[in-house]
C-alpha cells in the first residue's frame, strides 16, 4: 500500500518537503488521542491520526492517556480512565511510533504514585506524566502535595509536563499554574527537570518567568504562531531547552511546525528543538533514544 502523500507538492510553495522534514527527525511532546466514544474506538482514532500525520514524517508522539487521575471535568465528573486492556494494546501496537504519558492528579498523592508503579516500566511505553490546568479539580503546582510525585517520577527517569498558562485578569481558578508557580517547584527540586506546557500561553512572560530556572524547559505548542516566539525562547533559554509539541489533533500542525521552521534560527537548533532535546530528556527510560 502507498504511503499517504501531500495533494500537492509542498516544495512548489516554498515549503519542505517530506524528505526535509524526516530529516528533522520530529519527536512531537504533546499529543492527545481522542477520548473514544465507544469501547476500543481509541485504536480506530489513532490509526486515523498516524495515517493522516504520515506526510509530515513525526517520528514520534508522546500521547496523553488517562489512567482515572485526571483532573476533573465541568459539573465535577471524575475524568474517565479509559480500558487498561486498550491502551496496552494501543503501545503495543504502535511501539515504534507512540510513547505513553499518563495523566496524574496532584489531589491524590496516594493514586498517583500507585499509578506510576503500575505504568511506569523501564524501556517504556510510558515514559511521562501530565499535571493539568484546569478547573474545579488542580491543584496549583507550588502546593506540597507535588513534591513527592515528582520526586518519584525523576527516580523513575519520567518526563514531567506541568499545563502553564498566564491569563488577562489573573486565574479563572486558584488551582491553575502559571509558569512563575512552576519556577517555584523547580527551585524546590533543582536536580529535576520539569517542562512549561505552552510556554505559559503569553510567551513572552512565561519564558522571562522560568528564565533563572535551567531546569525547567518550555513547550511550543497550544497557542496561534505569533512572530517572534521561538526566536526570543533560543536567545533567552537556549534552544537546548524547548521541546516540540503539536498539540494533535486539536490544533493545526501547519500552525505548530511554523513556529519552528520560520523561526531566525539554525537547522541545527530545530534539530534540537524538533526532538534532539526530548530524546535527551528521554534517555534514561528509554536508553535507545537517542
Not at 484546569?134 to 514531567?160: M, Q, W, Y
Not at 502553564?164 to 512552576?182: C, I, M, N, R
Not at 504562531?225 to 486539536?250: C, K, N, Q
Not at 513556529?259 to 530528556?281: E, H, S, Y
Amino acid at each position: 500500500m502507498s504511503r499517504p502523500a501531500f495533494a500537492l507538492n509542498p516544495v512548489d510553495f516554498g515549503l519542505p518537503s517530506r524528505e526535509q522534514l524526516a530529516a528533522y527527525r520530529i519527536w512531537d511532546s504533546y499529543y492527545f488521542p481522542r477520548t473514544p466514544a465507544k469501547p476500543g474506538a481509541m485504536i480506530e482514532d489513532v490509526a486515523t491520526d498516524l495515517n493522516d500525520l504520515e506526510p509530515f514524517a513525526i517520528e514520534k508522539l508522546c500521547a496523553y492517556v488517562h489512567v482515572g487521575l485526571g483532573t476533573l471535568l465541568p459539573g465535577g465528573a471524575v475524568s474517565p480512565a479509559e480500558d487498561p486492556a486498550q491502551l496496552h494494546a494501543l503501545f503495543e501496537r504502535w511501539r515504534d511510533r507512540l510513547l505513553g504519558v499518563i495523566n496524574v492528579n496532584a489531589n491524590d498523592v496516594a493514586a498517583s504514585l500507585a499509578a506510576l508503579e503500575r505504568w511506569a516500566k523501564p524501556g517504556g511505553p510510558i515514559v511521562g506524566v501530565y499535571f493539568k490546568s484546569s478547573k474545579p479539580g488542580c491543584l496549583a503546582c507550588t502546593h506540597p502535595n507535588f513534591d513527592p510525585i515528582v520526586r518519584r517520577c525523576s527516580e523513575l527517569g519520567l518526563l514531567i509536563m506541568q499545563h502553564t498558562w498566564f491569563k488577562a485578569g489573573g486565574k479563572d481558578d486558584p488551582g491553575e499554574s502559571t509558569p512563575a508557580e512552576l519556577a517555584d517547584l523547580a527551585r524546590r527540586h533543582p536536580t529535576i527537570t520539569f517542562v512549561s506546557a505552552h510556554a505559559g500561553g503569553d510567551w513572552e512572560r512565561g519564558i522571562r518567568a522560568v528564565r533563572d530556572c535551567g531546569n525547567v524547559y518550555v513547550e511550543t505548542s497550544g497557542f496561534n504562531p505569533t512572530a517572534g516566539f521561538v526566536d526570543m525562547a533560543v536567545r533567552e533559554l537556549g534552544a537546548e531547552r524547548i521541546l516540540y509539541g503539536g498539540h494533535l489533533m486539536s490544533r493545526s500542525l501547519s500552525t505548530e511546525l511554523s513556529k519552528v521552521l520560520a523561526a531566525d534560527i539554525t537547522d541545527a537548533q530545530r534539530k534540537l528543538i524538533f526532538g534532539g532535546n526530548l530524546r535527551r530528556l528521554l534517555a534514561r527510560i528509554l536508553p535507545a533514544a537517542r
